[in-house]
Every structure is written in C-alpha cells, then in structure tokens.
C-alpha cells in the first residue's frame, strides 16, 4: 500500500510533465527554400491531415516560410503529425551561446529534421551549407507557434 502512495502520485507527475527535449540530428534541403514549390510534393499535402486542407498551396504560403521542412514524427503522406511544430536548439560547441527556431513540419525525414536552408543558416550561422548537419534539442511545442491554429 505505502508504495502505491508513493509510487502513484510519481507516475502521475511524469505523465502531465511539460514535453522534454530530444538531442536529434538536423540537415537542410534547398527544395523546401523555393517559395513557389507545391505542397503536392510533400508527405503533407492533401488528405484529412494535409495542409491543403487548411488553404494552403505552395511552401511560401505557409505561415512560417521558410521555417520549414521534414521531421521524423511525420511516417508518411497524410500522418496525423503533418502541421506539428518543433522548437530547436542549437548550442554553439566553441561559445556555447544557445539560438532557436520554431519549425513547421510538413514533410517526412528520417533521422531528425530536415529544414530550409535558411532556417538552418539562422540556427546554425552562415556556416550551415558547410557544415551540412548539426546536433539539435527537439520540442514539440503549440502548433500557434508556427503560426497554425
């Protein structure tokens, strides 16, 4: 009995505990930089959970652009995580100063997030097309962030 006590009310904090952050891998990909690019083209485009469905067309017309790109949580065409939105963080190894982005998910990609070029390059530095992938902390946060509601 003592240990249901105890071991009850810990269960129940961890349950309700604000999302904690992944250490997960992030590249970019020019494809989602092009304003003019259909949605046709990505895992989010139509169906229930596609953006489409919401009014948008092409990746300029999302609120976010280009704060965009693929993320793991999405499996496929239509997954119920298309439009989840994403807090990054990348800590600088040599200063260890911290930036973040907030990034849309609309595509799929494994591992990780896969983003614009120019979200990475304001993440990471002008730096981020050398570098090519950098380590980030994930947290999925409010879709509002990224300007969805």
Known sequence: MQF?????????S?????ARGITAPLSYDR??????????????????????TRGFTTFG???TFPFIGGAEAIEG???????TCYQLTYTNATSGSK????????DSTKPGFNVALPAMEVLVGSQAA???????????????FCGLH
Not at 4 to 12: E, F, H, K, R, V
């Open 77 to 83: 065409w239509n997954s119920v995580n298309c439009g």
């Open 61 to 63: 017309s999302l609120p």
């Open 31 to 52: 494809v989602y930089s092009v304003a003019g690019a259909s949605l046709d083209t990505v895992a989010c485009s139509d169906g229930s959970h596609g953006l489409k």
């Open 14 to 18: 961890l349950l309700i505990s604000p």
């Open 130 to 144: 050398d570098i090519g992938t950098a380590v980030v902390e994930a947290k999925q946060i409010n879709a509002s």
């Open 99 to 106: 930036k973040s982005i907030n990034i849309l998910a609309i």
């Open 4 to 12: 249901l006590t105890i071991a009850l009310p810990l269960a129940l």
